[in-house]
């Protein structure tokens, strides 16, 4: 039976004929390998970070509450370096984007391998192939959730948390799989055929590599119409293209306005809050209203009664600037000088302890992010702000006006704009 | 004995055990994490994403830029050749899909900034329209052909200097 199916496959990309790509081989594969082997693992590990990042055992911050043994890697958030943050999500999303053709091209170079025919000679190539769907499956579902999130081109019928972390997850597993199984084979033929050699070898030069096992040498090639220098400078150059048309966002300055085609290196003008808005007020549901001379900061802690300031109350508190970085989990990011009273000097008024006890942050605004918590760390850390003023003028409405939470090294979404409430209560860090 | 287990789990399986170990941790974690899907609620578009995304490179992208290709390197668009007394012109197919390979890669990246699909949730968030990106990506693209063709060119004036080195000047 096996015998009979070997020596009839189905016509067309069932049969070895068909691909004639005289650049497939496992050296080519190897090399697209190699640079998903180095990338990949970044751009998890910083993903992972980012889920770290959201402190999410504390009240309010968990965005994947049902994700069971999955988030096990639980650490306060620090403070310190600022820049942390901004490194570790810039490098995400900007390393996600550079590799989207290095991923392209090692699918190209593998295709013909999802027409083996037979599809499976034993039980081990079955479950084998099994794991590549949960691989090449876990591995575009999650560049396309991502691409598509950071784009606010919500098509996906599901929350984007949990889906990008559990699909994350699933491609994790098989990676490591496909690593382990391959890792020897990738190695050895990497050696066999020297990268430095092979980029001086032009068009007329290029022959098939030698017959492979595995059939990804074409049985007939064609001619070659491109080097295999060439493929690599091919993929190569996409590659930076991708990352300098955004690596922009993730930039101040006159570098900025290279990011062409990212979705947050716009420019707004030349004033002081003339600079990225993640959501403005009207998107989040703030009332104007709320925020005009009637507008009063809740500060509860243990002390008994809950304090009310008003902005002009808060100004003429002892006030501090700090230049700190805002830093999205969409990639972009940009450094600003804020103004504002210190986070711990608000702790002590409401007669908590900095360094012990962490804050409860309410917003005006409705959705997700409207409560946040931040650790003890966060708030005792001299730069944490509560900003009223950002680059000497008043903060806009849409930047966060009357009040807004700065806390250095904080992913986004927790440094709360249209701050309504602080309440300051145990938090282990 | 053991030795003899061992050979036989080879034979009727196909690979050393540790390979049945590793894989049948990654159908676990798997697992695992296709349960956390289904506590969060959103498993049936998940997995139709998830199957979505495991073959729209191979059946539908890969089908799309391999035609492209044969397309581009038809024999009809290559009828109108430069008289035979001329330079003998390198090949133009390389300046040709290039530009167009990575213009269309930004297309498939940045297509919902460039044709303004994301338009309302967008201008709900920053403030600001998506009219700029179509605009820029032609940009890109313009100079990715401008510069195409700007190598096309020196690759052209390179090969008729080599050869009026090669032949002698005539008496």
Redesign the interface.
């Known amino acids: 039976m096996i015998a009979w199916l070997k020596a009839n496959p189905p016509p067309g990309p069932f049969r070895p004929e068909f691909w004639r790509s005289p650049l497939r081989g496992p050296w080519l594969t190897s090399v697209f390998g190699l640079a998903l082997l180095i990338g990949i693992p970044l751009v998890a590990i910083t993903g992972l970070l980012s889920y770290a990042a959201y402190d999410p055992r504390l009240p309010a911050n968990d965005t ?1 509450p ?5 988030g096990f890697y639980f650490f306060g958030w620090p403070t310190e370096p600022v820049w942390l943050y901004r490194l570790t999500q810039g490098v995400h999303v900007i390393l996600g ?1 550079t590799l ?2 290095i991923l ?1 091209a090692k ?2 170079s593998v ?1 013909p391998k ?1 027409f083996l025919w037979p599809p499976a ?5 079955m ?2 192939r ?2 590549l ?2 691989l ?6 999650e560049f ?2 991502g ?2 999130n950071i ?4 098509v ?4 984007f948390y ?2 990008h972390l ?2 994350a ?2 491609f ?3 990676f ?2 496909h690593v ?2 391959k890792l020897p084979k990738m190695v050895r033929t990497l050696r066999s055929r020297s990268i430095r050699e092979e980029l001086r070898i032009g068009l007329d030069g290029t022959r098939p590599e030698p017959h492979d096992p595995d059939g990804l040498v074409p049985v007939s090639p064609a001619a070659p ?2 080097s295999r220098r ?1 493929v690599l400078g ?1 993929a190569g ?2 590659s930076l ?2 990352f300098g ?1 955004s690596v922009g966002q993730t930039m101040d300055g006159p570098l900025r306005r290279t990011a ?2 990212a ?2 290196g ?1 420019e ?1 003008g030349p004033g002081p809050n003339d600079f ?5 007020a ?2 989040m549901g703030v009332n104007p209203a709320e925020t005009g001379d009637g507008w009063r900061l809740e500060l509860a802690g243990p002390r008994a009664a809950p304090l009310r300031f008003s902005r002009a109350e808060l100004l003429a508190m002892p006030s501090h600037t700090y230049a700190l970085p805002i830093a999205c989990v969409e990639g972009w990011s940009t450094v600003q000088r804020w103004t504002g009273v210190r986070l711990a000097d608000l702790a002590v008024l409401a007669g908590a302890r900095p360094g012990r006890d962490g804050v409860f942050v309410e917003s005006l605004e409705n959705g997700a992010f409207s409560k946040a918590s931040l650790n003890a760390g966060q708030v005792a850390d001299l730069r944490s702000l509560l900003a009223l003023r950002v680059n000497g003028a008043d903060l806009s409405l ?1 930047h966060g006006f009357p009040a807004r939470i700065i806390v250095p090294n904080a992913p986004g979404v927790h440094n709360t704009k249209w701050v309504r409430s602080l309440s300051f209560r145990p938090m282990s860090t | 004995m053991i030795e003899g287990m061992y050979r036989r789990v080879i034979t ?4 050393d055990p540790l ?2 170990l ?2 049948l ?3 676990t ?2 697992g ?6 289904i ?2 609620g ?1 498993w ?3 997995l ?4 979505s ?2 073959i ?3 059946l539908i ?2 089908p799309l830029y391999a035609v492209a290709d044969v397309v581009a ?1 038809w024999r009809p668009w290559h009828r109108l050749r430069p008289p035979p007394r001329a330079v003998q012109w390198p ?1 133009v ?2 300046h040709v899909r ?1 530009p167009v ?2 213009s269309g ?2 297309l498939l ?2 297509f ?2 460039i044709f303004r ?2 338009e309302d ?2 201008r ?5 329209d998506l009219s700029p ?1 179509l605009g ?2 032609l ?2 693209t313009g100079v990715l052909f401008a510069g195409s063709a700007l190598a096309y060119a020196l690759r052209v004036r390179r090969r008729a200097s080599r050869r009026e080195r090669a032949t002698p000047p005539r008496r």
């Open positions: 994947t049902e994700r069971g043994l999955l984007l989207v053709p392209l699918l190209w295709i999802l000679r034993t039980v081990a190539e479950l084998e099994a794991s769907v949960l090449v499956g876990g591995a575009v579902f396309v959730t691409i598509l784009q606010l081109f919500y996906f019928p599901f929350s949990p889906a559990y699909g997850w699933i994790l597993g098989a490591l799989a382990a199984f119409t491109i060439g091919f150059g996409a293209m991708m048309l062409l085609l979705p947050h716009r707004y990225q808005v993640n959501k403005t009207a998107a849409d | 009727r399986y196909g690979a390979h049945l590793v894989l941790a990654c159908f974690l798997a695992y994490a296709a349960s956390r899907v506590v969060a959103i049936l578009g998940f139709v994403w998830f199957v995304a495991a729209i490179h191979d992208l890969y390197r090949p197919h390389d290039v390979a990575f890669l930004l990246v940045w919902p900034l699909l994301s949730t967008y709900a968030s920053t403030g600001l990106y820029r990506w940009l890109v």
